[in-house]
């Protein structure tokens, strides 16, 4: 799941991101970084490590200079979330604790700040910053799905089910919604409502992770 969460947060910052694409762009013409050539020799390549130094190094610069001439807030957000994916999730918070100083109303900021909580182990303060989300935007699946992510996390499974099946309603292709609900149902010994979930997705085409649809199967195969 820390796996699903991260690439949520570095996904929409690099499709987003003018800055981090050329800084991407940069790195792709070798004005940084080493790896080794499959077909002769060394060349340059843009390596994660130097990807995420770089895009921090860039959004240094960026919010100092933004922030000074329009007081661009969301600046915050995205550096807050170039440093998650260089693995500095302390400091990322506090970048999206200051965007939100600076504008207590941006969905986005509050949803990432979650997910960053989320990966940091924090699911009771995730759960603030979500229902924040939520506030600001009523129908936001991914804000309900995550919350429901952090209610398993924490073995709140009823409360679990509840939110996932909001985000469900609000987004009927919601992947992660699926996947946790399937989950939840488990834990609850609920088997065969776990199993009505993985059909619902099936019918969406939604793809269940395999672990999870085994570990079901083991417990109670999939009626027919």
């Known amino acids: 799941m820390g796996n699903v969460l991260a690439m949520m947060l570095w996904t929409p910052f690099r499709a987003r991101c003018p800055i981090a694409n050329a800084a991407s762009g940069r790195l792709a013409t070798g004005t940084m970084g080493l790896g080794r050539s499959s077909v002769s020799g060394w060349r340059r390549v843009p390596s994660p490590a130097a990807k995420s130094m770089a895009c921090t190094r860039v959004w240094y610069s960026v919010v100092r200079i933004r922030t000074k001439q329009c007081g661009c807030t969301r600046a915050y957000t ?35 700040w979650g997910l960053a909580l989320l990966l940091d182990n924090h699911s009771e303060q995730a759960i603030d910053k979500f229902e924040n989300a939520l506030l600001l935007d009523p129908e936001n699946s991914k804000a309900y799905a995550s919350w429901g992510v952090a209610l398993n996390h924490l073995g709140k499974y009823d409360e679990a089910i509840k939110k996932l099946e909001e985000a469900l309603a609000q987004n009927s292709y919601n992947q992660q919604a699926y996947g946790v609900l399937v989950d939840a149902h488990f834990h609850r010994g609920q088997y065969q409502q776990a199993w009505e979930v993985a059909a619902r997705a099936r019918k969406n085409k939604i793809t269940i992770a395999q672990a999870s649809l085994k570990r079901l199967s083991d417990a109670s195969p999939e009626p027919r």
């Open 78 to 112: 995205w550096w807050g979330l170039s440093l998650v994916k260089a693995g500095k999730t302390p400091e990322a918070l506090e970048k999206f604790d200051q965007s939100s100083r600076l504008d207590p109303n941006q969905t986005k900021n509050y949803y990432y």
